[in-house]
């Protein structure tokens, strides 16, 4: 939901600007710029202007070039194992 997505970030762009905050977890951020629902042009500008020493983890497949591009680290995660596939579907506090 588009309007849940910039209602998010309105929130995670204040504690990029917030030097006391050490790190923060942008969880399936890719996707809510491929799809288009964040600015990604707004986005890349918040995390290369955020504090020098503040961590940000972002999480999803399928990153642009462009935030590969401004990271420290990129990796990959592959799915050796999952527990949907066991049946188990998402949980709240552990999913979403």
């Known amino acids: 939901d ?43 500008t918040s995390l290369v202007n955020r504090p020098v020493n503040q961590h940000v983890i972002v999480t999803g497949r399928n990153a642009s070039k462009e935030l590969v591009e401004i990271a420290d680290t990129v990796s990959e995660i592959n799915d050796t194992k999952h527990a949907f596939n066991a049946g188990i579907k998402a949980q709240k506090g552990i999913d979403y």
């Open 2 to 44: 588009i309007a849940a997505a910039k209602l998010t970030w309105t929130k995670a762009s204040l504690l990029l600007k917030n030097s006391s905050v050490k790190i923060i977890i942008l969880d399936e951020l890719t996707y809510m710029l491929t799809y288009g629902y964040l600015d990604k042009k707004m986005v890349l």
